[in-house]
């Protein structure tokens, strides 16, 4: 619990500066330390963690629970706006917020705190091959859908290919433990190591706290599926299949995640009702202090 009370009080940072700074501020230094994260911080840290990991059932587990999970909860949230006959702004903002996972801005500390090193290999794979690709190519379809927008598939994959924590782990593949130089891999230590700080006051710096009271069921919906549902089901499914190994634990912690901020983000830019957005993705980020720890006692207690 340690880690956690650190995490926490680096996200209380970031929220207490973005108290202290006006928007231009507040935009400046969130872009900044999102940039951080993105471009140095996780591409080290998938260089460091990364090479000599054996494609096997445990690789797999991750990538087929993001996809799986992604088409599930996709799924209940259009049976859920058909059957409540939300609007479709609302119907476009839940998709991207309940399918999309926060894996790698929370994803990677939480990990850290609740799993260690062991844990972080299964995470990158869980958020680069399930979450980053999924929201590159389904959430890039799903964008154009709702504002008109087309986007060709060349440009996608042009799109995945220049992200550069996803070419870091096409390197890594590549990659036994060790083949990076020690200078090298001393570098990407470091520079991997500050990931956690800088992306819990970039979040603390980003969140938004306003209660959607016109639409209480969608918000209520959106938060129960995102951090609750959506875990326990996958839970139950790996108890009922046996699947207890770190892959499995990883995969049913990273799916407890709050919303994504890259998705939401791109909600918001789409002019899909932003105001409920920034809600489900603020008071998720906050309720997943919460909801994260304790999926993560379920799981110990299933699976032993």
Same mark, same amino acid.
């Given at each position: 619990?340690?880690?956690?009370?650190?995490?926490?009080?680096?996200?209380?940072?970031?929220?207490?500066?973005?108290? /202290?700074?006006?928007?231009?501020?507040?935009?400046?230094?969130?872009? /900044?330390?999102?940039?951080?994260?993105?471009?140095?911080?996780?591409?080290?840290?998938?260089?460091?963690?990364?090479?000599?990991?054996?494609?096997?059932?445990?690789?797999?587990?991750?990538?087929?629970?993001?996809?799986?999970?992604?088409?599930?909860?996709?799924?209940?949230?259009?049976?859920?706006?058909?059957?409540g006959g939300w609007s479709r702004g609302i119907t476009g903002a839940l998709l991207f917020t309940v399918p999309f996972g926060n894996?790698?801005?929370?994803?990677?500390?939480?990990?850290?705190?609740?799993?260690?090193?062991?844990?972080?290999?299964?995470?990158?794979?869980?958020?680069?091959?399930?979450?980053?690709?999924?929201?590159?190519?389904?959430?890039?379809?799903?964008?154009?859908?709702?504002?008109?927008?087309?986007?060709?598939?060349?440009?996608?994959?042009?799109?995945?290919?220049?992200?550069?924590?996803?070419?870091?782990?096409?390197?890594?593949?590549?990659?036994?433990?060790?083949?990076?130089?020690?200078?090298?891999?001393?570098?990407?230590?470091?520079?991997?190591?500050?990931?956690?700080?800088?992306?819990?006051?970039?979040?603390?710096?980003?969140?938004?706290?306003?209660?959607?009271?016109?639409?209480?069921?969608?918000?209520?919906?959106?938060?129960?599926?995102?951090?609750?549902?959506?875990?326990?089901?996958?839970?139950?499914?790996?108890?009922?299949?046996?699947?207890?190994?770190?892959?499995?634990?990883?995969?049913?912690?990273?799916?407890?995640?709050?919303?994504?901020?890259?998705?939401?983000?791109?909600?918001?830019?789409?002019?899909?009702?932003?105001?409920?957005?920034?809600?489900?993705?603020?008071?998720?980020?906050?309720?997943?202090?919460?909801?994260?720890?304790?999926?993560?006692?379920?799981?110990?207690?299933?699976?032993?």
């Amino acid at each position: 619990m340690g880690s956690i009370a650190i995490l926490l009080l680096f996200f209380a940072f970031g929220f207490l500066l973005r108290q /202290r700074l006006d928007e231009a501020g507040r935009q400046r230094w969130a872009l /900044r330390l999102n940039r951080h994260v993105v471009f140095v911080a996780l591409p080290a840290l998938i260089l460091v963690y990364l090479p000599g990991l054996k494609l096997d059932r445990g690789t797999l587990l991750p990538i087929l629970s993001a996809w799986g999970l992604f088409a599930l909860t996709a799924a209940l949230v259009l049976l859920a706006a058909r059957i409540g006959g939300w609007s479709r702004g609302i119907t476009g903002a839940l998709l991207f917020t309940v399918p999309f996972g926060n894996t790698s801005f929370l994803g990677v500390p939480f990990t850290q705190a609740f799993y260690g090193e062991a844990g972080l290999p299964y995470t990158l794979i869980y958020d680069q091959l399930g979450s980053f690709l999924i929201l590159s190519t389904v959430g890039i379809f799903l964008l154009s859908l709702y504002t008109g927008r087309s986007f060709s598939p060349l440009a996608i994959l042009l799109r995945i290919l220049r992200f550069p924590a996803f070419s870091a782990l096409l390197i890594a593949l590549f990659l036994d433990r060790g083949d990076l130089p020690a200078p090298l891999h001393l570098l990407a230590a470091g520079l991997a190591a500050t990931l956690a700080q800088a992306a819990m006051v970039a979040v603390g710096l980003q969140i938004r706290l306003r209660f959607p009271r016109h639409e209480q069921k969608p918000f209520l919906f959106a938060l129960g599926v995102k951090l609750l549902l959506a875990p326990l089901f996958l839970l139950l499914l790996f108890a009922a299949l046996g699947l207890t190994e770190l892959a499995a634990r990883v995969s049913i912690f990273e799916a407890s995640m709050a919303p994504m901020v890259a998705s939401s983000t791109l909600a918001i830019l789409a002019g899909l009702e932003s105001g409920f957005v920034a809600s489900v993705l603020g008071y998720g980020i906050l309720a997943s202090f919460i909801t994260v720890p304790t999926v993560w006692e379920i799981t110990k207690w299933i699976l032993g």
